[in-house]
């Protein structure tokens, strides 16, 4: 995979594809790895960048001394989109997604389309007075933060899995995958600080220029769910699409559901 490195800042991407761009920014606990499937479908006709965040792949490692913020993260996608022309195609999932917002928000007129698959503001839900979903966030926030500290990684991956991915789903992952998803989860540590402080509220999403979809699962968690139903009641021109199963990890456990409607907003005309 091709490096590109900024101000000693070293990012790690795949590039796919000729044609207009596409930049897919991931989920926590992923890496861009996530992408296969739609790279493989949107590779026949645009450009597809998909980087690596902060501590994922190549991707230089979060330095341990300081908070980090979306802002981090929107710098380092920002890097990738100044190195191509013209209009960018934005996807972004769950945390990817908080970030993809930062971006188009950023950038402007540059981003044509942006895509979402349940974004994880999840500061969104105090702003907007969703107490009791807010509240569900937290104690997440809370739990990898205390587990994290005492390096317990196979705790925090049973946590993390059990809330994104199911009830049920750390009991049926074999002990090897268990192990492997536990040493993604560092960067994940720092990520909760993104997601719960920052300030950019809906209503100035609301004014992005992107043509935007956000999909979401009906199954999902109540504080996943809770960011779509503000965005829905403060974008009624975004298009809104509800799945009805899948949950949270949909794109990753179920693209043929996700990635269809996916495809069908990135190749309709910008408005």
Not at 52 to 70: H, S, V
Not at 98 to 113: F, M, N, P, T
Not at 257 to 269: E, G, K, Y
Request: glycine share 8%; with cysteine; aromatic share 10%.
């Amino acid at each position: 995979m091709p490096v590109m490195l900024r101000g000693g800042l070293k990012i790690d991407y795949t590039e796919d594809g000729q044609g207009e761009t596409v930049v897919l920014i991931h989920s926590s606990v992923s890496g861009n790895r996530q992408w296969k499937r739609l790279i493989l479908d949107l590779g026949k006709r645009y450009r597809v960048l998909a980087p690596n965040l902060y501590g994922y792949g190549e991707t230089t490692p979060w330095q341990t001394d300081g908070t980090q913020t979306l802002a981090d993260h929107v710098a380092l996608v920002e890097a990738i989109c100044d190195s191509v022309p013209g209009p960018i195609r934005l996807v972004g999932h769950s945390f990817g997604g908080a970030v993809a917002l930062k971006v188009a928000a950023d950038l402007g007129e540059r981003i044509s389309h942006l895509a979402l698959y349940e974004p994880n503001p999840f500061y969104l839900l105090e702003l907007g007075g969703r107490d009791e979903a807010f509240a569900e966030a937290m104690a997440l926030c809370h739990d990898v933060k205390s587990l994290g500290r005492q390096k317990n990684w196979l705790a925090l991956a049973e946590r993390f899995s059990e809330y994104f991915s199911g009830d049920g789903s750390w009991a049926g992952m074999p002990p090897e995958r268990r192990t492997a998803f536990a040493q993604l989860l560092l960067p994940n540590y720092y990520e909760w600080d993104c997601v719960r402080s920052d300030a950019t509220t809906i209503a100035e999403f609301s004014r992005l220029p992107a043509k935007t979809l956000l999909m979401h699962s009906v199954d999902t968690r109540m504080a996943l769910r809770e960011i779509a139903e503000l965005f829905q009641g403060a974008c009624p021109h975004w298009t809104f699409v509800a799945i009805p199963e899948g949950g949270h990890m949909a794109p990753l456990t179920r693209p043929e559901a996700v990635n269809p409607v996916v495809i069908q907003f990135l190749d309709s005309t910008a408005t």
